[in-house]
Nanobody, 124 residues
Framework: VQLQAYGGGLVQTGDSLRLSCVASGRTFKRGPAAWFRQAPGKEREFVAADGRGTYYAESVKGRFTISRSNAENTVYLQMNNLKPEDTAVYYC?????????????????????WGQGTLVTVSS
């Protein structure tokens, strides 16, 4: 089972990017999927998740949208109005279980499958 994240790059403040996470060896039809990010010198933090609902970090709410395509076996993160503080390596994550509590979506340790990360750099 592999998750392959791609779509990162160097953009300017206010630009948009769409990250993609393709699964091989498993399907995204079941279980939660999420995006986390890690900025230089900082801990990995939650960005967005999709499962029984969609969940967002306060810092990206209204700018980022998580979605999934079962036909393409892909989870997306549409990022609009990017800011320099969004600069980070973005990781996709997934799990086969159903999360029964909202808080579990926000915890990196709850996800079993991880992609390798894609770098997003937002210049000011």
């Amino acid at each position: 089972v592999q998750l392959q994240a791609y779509g990162g790059g160097l953009v300017q403040t206010g630009d948009s990017l769409r990250l993609s996470c393709v699964a091989s060896g498993r399907t995204f039809k079941r279980g939660p999927a999420a995006w986390f990010r890690q900025a230089p010198g900082k801990e990995r933090e939650f960005v967005a998740a999709d499962g029984r609902g969609t969940y967002y970090a306060e810092s990206v709410k209204g700018r980022f949208t998580i979605s999934r395509s079962n036909a393409e076996n892909t989870v997306y993160l549409q990022m609009n109005n990017l800011k320099p503080e969004d600069t980070a390596v973005y990781y996709c994550a997934a799990d086969d279980r159903t999360f029964n509590s909202r808080s579990r979506y926000f915890e990196a340790g709850q996800y079993y499958y991880w992609g390798q990360g894609t770098l997003v750099t937002v210049s000011s």
